[in-house]
């Protein structure tokens, strides 16, 4: 069955200390992997997408990889206003199909 | 912003209540799709909707249903409503066509917060 599974569920950082967030998925034809960041009571905001193995894309602190089970969410040197939570996601045919989520907190 | 906006934002029913939540899509999307997300975890899909057909439909009962009009606009429409239905609902658009492309490029809309007792 096609799944998406997020670790840790929670992860709670100092201001600076960088850390990384995982994705696992087994999904047959892999379409894509893709990275959102959700505030509370707010929608998915799209951060990235990854089609290929080696893949890697950056936006400001955050950097995401990918080989062919996984992918990885890199914080480096967060800040408070990372806060959030992470989401990632893979198509299967109409069906965006979500992880649960890593509750990222980043203590000042 | 993503252009994609839902009405009510908060909103209580009791069980067995029916209610009707709404999403407005940029204009040009032709594609839009429901989530249902429960507290703590990923949102997971209901249904999607391509120039006014259901496209696709996740593990969601009947009693889910939904409408898409012309004018980039749609609606969730929940019967006999349940405990378990309480939930964040969030309405995504996307500009792409159906199936996998509905979904790879898609925006979401901040959500409705249902709460059934």
């Known amino acids: 069955e096609d799944q998406v599974t997020q670790s840790p569920e929670a992860l709670r950082l100092q201001e600076g200390e960088s850390s990384s967030l995982n994705c696992s998925y087994t999904?047959?034809?892999?379409?894509?992997l893709f990275w959102y960041r959700q505030d509370p009571g707010k929608g998915p905001e799209f951060l990235f997408t990854l089609y290929s193995a080696g893949e890697e894309k950056e936006k400001e602190r955050l950097k995401a990889t990918l080989t062919k089970k996984e992918s990885f969410l890199h914080i480096t040197a967060p800040k408070p206003e990372d806060s959030a939570t992470y989401l990632c996601a893979v198509p299967v045919r109409t069906d965006m199909r979500f992880g649960a989520g890593t509750r990222l907190t980043v203590k000042p | 912003e993503t252009g994609v906006t839902q009405s009510p934002t908060h909103l209580i029913k009791t069980r067995g209540q029916q209610v009707t939540l709404r999403c407005s899509s940029q204009?040009?999307?032709?594609?839009v799709s429901w989530y249902q997300q429960a507290l703590g975890q990923g949102p997971q899909f209901i249904f999607q909707y391509y120039r006014e057909e259901e496209n696709g439909r996740g593990n969601f009962p009947p009693r889910f249903s939904g409408l898409q009009f012309p004018n980039y606009s749609s609606e969730l429409n929940v019967n006999a409503l349940e405990l378990d239905d309480s939930a964040l609902y969030l309405c995504a658009s996307s500009p792409g066509t159906s199936g996998i492309k509905g979904v790879e490029t898609q925006y979401f809309g901040p959500g409705t917060r249902l709460l059934v007792l």
């Open positions: 204009s040009g999307h032709n594609t």
């Open positions: 999904v047959s034809g892999l379409r894509g």
